[in-house]
C-alpha cells in the first residue's frame, strides 16, 4: 500500500504565499512523474504543475511565473510553492504521483486534497 498525506493549505490574502506538501509512504519501489492538480467549485479538475523523474517541470499558463513545482527523492515528497496567490487560485488541491508499488507495476495514487482559500 502507498499514502499520500498532503499538507500546507488553508486561507490567505491576495498576493499571499502557501507552500504545499505531498509526502508518500509505504510499499514504494520507485516514483516517476509527481503533479498537483485542483478542482475549484462547480469546476473540472485540472492539472497545475508537474515533474519528471528528471526534474522537467510543465505549468497551467494560469500559474506561470507565480507556481514552482519541486521534489525531494530521498523524502518522496512534491512541494507546490505558490506565490502571488489571486481569488481565482482557490481550489482543493492535489498531488497524483505515478508510483512503482509492491505489485512492481506502474500506478497513479492520489493524496486526499488540501484546501486552498484566497481572499480578496
Known amino acids: 500500500q502507498v499514502q499520500l498525506v498532503e499538507s500546507g493549505g488553508g486561507l490567505v490574502q491576495a498576493g499571499g504565499s502557501l507552500r504545499l506538501s505531498c509526502a508518500a509512504s509505504?510499499?514504494?519501489?520507485?516514483?516517476?512523474?509527481m503533479a498537483w492538480y485542483r478542482q475549484a467549485p462547480g469546476k473540472q479538475r485540472e492539472l497545475v504543475a508537474s515533474?519528471?523523474?528528471?526534474?522537467?517541470?510543465n505549468y497551467a499558463d494560469s500559474v506561470k511565473g507565480r507556481f514552482t513545482i519541486s521534489r525531494d527523492n530521498a523524502k518522496n515528497t512534491v512541494y507546490l510553492q505558490m506565490n502571488s496567490l489571486k481569488p481565482e487560485d482557490t481550489a482543493v488541491y492535489y498531488c497524483k504521483l505515478e508510483v512503482r508499488d509492491f505489485t512492481l507495476r506502474w500506478r497513479d495514487y492520489w493524496g486526499q486534497g488540501t484546501r486552498v482559500t484566497v481572499s480578496s
Open positions: 509505504g510499499s514504494i519501489f520507485g516514483i516517476n512523474d
Open positions: 515533474i519528471t523523474s528528471g526534474g522537467s517541470t
